[in-house]
T-cell receptor
Framework: NAGVMQNPRHLVRRRGQEARLRCSPM?????VYWYRQLPEEGLKFMVY????????ESGMPKERFSAEFPKEGPSILRIQQVVRGDSAAYFC???????????????FGEGSRLTVL | AQSVSQHNHHVILSEAASLELGCNYS??????LFWYVQYPGQHLQLLLK??????LVKGIKGFEAEFIKSKFSFNLRKPSVQWSDTAEYFC????????????FGQGTTLQVKP
């Protein structure tokens, strides 16, 4: 049973370019979470999505960042006009159940490391 | 707002030493508590979890944690560490009524010397 798959594992962008990070949840999971890990910091929640819906985006920066989880295909975290401060590891996690019955346990991917030159 | 605080940022131990990593959380309602571990170059893995019942929970690889509600704490322990326990450890909280997101602490880097 494949786990959470993230790609690319490593991405290098120059300032001003766009970064797209993809996440395929575990089979049977329809809830996806994105977290960011900055150097010397813990994991910071960014956004929680279900298929075609954004449930909680309270951790997303107001500008340049967006996320989607279409009916078909992986979830995508998109960062426009990247800046050096966007350099971080971005982790995707999935869970099988949603609000109301969610016990919080998440299954993580290996992360995508973004470096902005 | 919910928050999680891990007191030790970097711990260095010799093999066979005992380990205790502190974790305190701030949340007024019912919580589920987790410890995740991230070995070098790998993804986060669940070490153990507390949902309800016995406040002393046992996880994989000989780890255990105790939920003390009155202290809002969920400290991680292991009686005798091994070199292979070298990793980063994260405490996390899920609060009832939340959307399902976990709130993580800053992490503790454990280095075990052989």
């Amino acid at each position: 049973n494949a786990g959470v798959m993230q790609n690319p594992r490593h991405l290098v962008r120059r300032r001003g370019q766009e970064a797209r990070l993809r996440c395929s949840p575990m089979k049977g999971h329809s809830h996806v979470y994105w977290y960011r890990q900055l150097p010397e910091e813990g994991l910071k929640f960014m956004v929680y999505l279900q298929k075609e819906n954004i449930i909680d985006e309270s951790g997303m920066p107001k500008e340049r960042f967006s996320a989607e989880f279409p009916k078909e295909g992986p979830s995508i975290l998109r960062i426009q006009q990247v800046v050096r401060g966007d350099s971080a590891a971005y982790f995707c996690a999935s869970s099988p159940r949603g609000t109301g019955s969610n016990t919080g346990e998440l299954f993580f991917g290996e992360g995508s490391r973004l470096t902005v030159l | 707002a919910q928050s999680v605080s891990q007191h030790n940022h970097h711990v260095i131990l010799s093999e066979a030493a005992s380990l205790e990593l502190g974790c305190n959380y701030s949340y007024g309602g019912t919580v589920n508590l987790f410890w995740y571990v991230q070995y070098p170059g790998q993804h986060l893995q669940l070490l153990l979890k507390y949902f309800s019942g016995d406040p002393l929970v046992k996880g994989i690889k000989g780890f255990e944690a105790e939920f003390i509600k009155s202290k809002f704490s969920f400290n991680l322990r292991k009686p005798s560490v091994q070199w292979s326990d070298t990793a980063e450890y994260f405490c996390a909280v899920h609060g009832s009524g939340n959307t399902g997101k976990l709130i993580f602490g800053q992490g503790t880097t454990l280095q075990v010397k052989p």
